[in-house]
């Protein structure tokens, strides 16, 4: 058998790889008109970086972490996420100085998640994060700019904004204990995996895509009868917010994202298609993370993408073909023929040559390329230090200088 690539793993070649730069390049642009800092942080970091920010019991920690003992016996992980790194690095580096500060990044995670389409244990992460301040506006702004980036890449029609505040902290634990009872009287119906999680955590039933799941959370208490008035009002900012910006979104009253750190403001953009990897963006504010990672007690909010899951949505992109192909009839001229095909490198013009010095075999390479124009060089070019120039679509041709060349490709 062929060798083949980890399980949950890919190569990104060809056109999906112009369409990974374009959207690498289409949310650099977005981070600099928005004023972000670009970070890039280790692949590994200590294991206990994320056990408890992203919980114990989180899917996350308790089965797809890529960990592993170094040779001095120390715990390292290869990172399932960027926000916990990001926030290690803004206090490693002593960036919570002068507040807020706002971080994006782009790089690979590693989860190991059954792989399926939109799913990978390898996969690649745009991440944004303002750390520093619990002004409603950042929310809506690192929102707003996920919107942006998502109308820029697929249309408003294919993908939907839910958002859902989940209140304090304090709000969070006592809903938990709410639904530990509530899921308790059903504990004989629930699916194997939402039993395993009612005492530990009984949120993530809530987004559980199993029908006998669904029915019974459809009674379940919500959480915004808990909400503080302070709480229902920071969330009525951020509606008020979106709706001033323009920017649509639903209210998802079982939304409770899968990490443990979130507290208020959780959101997620997901693709309106019934693929089950539809969630395009997720994030939420976690006020009490850079604390607990042992920073100042300031507030975030943030937000990551996967860019596989953009690709599968995005238009495809085609290469742009070269401009000039040389074909070279014999070996003989190929001392001449490299200058010229230097030359035009030189003068910033797209040059190929396929190395076959055969006209037939050069020419139909060229149209099936979809090259416009070839440069032909046989003895009388050589004997003239003139080359024959073609453009392919035309059929017409003329033997001109290399600079004559040069000016008509520069046009
Ligand atoms: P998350 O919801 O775990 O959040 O992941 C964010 C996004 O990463 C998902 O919506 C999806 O697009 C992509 N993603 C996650 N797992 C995979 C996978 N196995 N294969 C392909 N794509 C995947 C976080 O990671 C938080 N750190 C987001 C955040 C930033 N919250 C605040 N700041």
Known sequence: MKIQPI????????????????????????????????IITPIFEDTNLFKKPLGE??????????????????????????????????????????LPIKLFGIGPMFRRERPQKGRYRQFNQINFEILGTDDSFSDTEIIT???????QLVSKEKFTLFINSLG???????????????????????????????????????????????????????IKDLYSIESQRKFEQVKNLLDKLKVKFKIDEKLVRGLDYYC?????????TDESQNTLIGGGRYDGLI????????????????????????????FQPATVNVIILDEKYKEFAVQ???????????????????????????SANKVPYVVIIGED??????????????????????????NKLKK
């Open 7 to 38: 399980r949950g793993t890919h190569d990104i070649f060809g056109e999906d790889l112009l369409l990974y730069k374009f959207i690498k390049n289409l949310i650099s642009n977005l981070a600099e008109i928005y004023d972000y800092r670009q």
């Open 57 to 98: 019991d989180s899917d996350v920690v308790l089965k797809e972490m890529y960990s592993f003992k170094d040779r001095n016996d120390s715990f390292l992980t290869l990172r399932p996420e960027y926000t916990t790194p990001m926030i290690r690095a803004a206090i490693s580096n002593n960036l919570l100085s002068k």
């Open 145 to 151: 700019l996920a919107d942006r980036f998502l109308q």
């Open 168 to 222: 304090e902290k304090n709000t969070i634990n006592k809903y938990k204990i709410i639904l530990t009872k509530y899921f308790e009287k059903y504990m004989s119906d629930l699916s194997k995996e939402s039993q395993s999680k009612i005492a530990t955590n009984p949120l993530r039933i809530l987004d559980s895509d199993n029908p006998l799941d669904i029915k019974i959370s459809k009674d379940a208490p919500k």
């Open 264 to 272: 208020h403001t959780v959101f997620e953009f997901k693709s309106n």
């Open 291 to 318: 604390k607990l990672l042992g920073g100042p007690d300031t507030p975030g909010v943030g937000w990551a993408s996967g860019i596989e899951r953009l690709m599968h949505l995005s238009k495809k992109i085609n």
């Open 340 to 366: 010229l095909i230097h030359a035009l490198r030189e003068n910033k013009i797209k040059t190929t040559f396929d190395y076959k010095y055969n006209l037939k075999k050069s020419l139909s390479n060229a």
């Open 381 to 406: 070019e050589y004997q003239n230090n003139k080359y024959t120039f073609k453009k392919l679509s035309e059929g017409t041709q003329s033997v001109i200088s290399l600079e004559e060349i040069i």
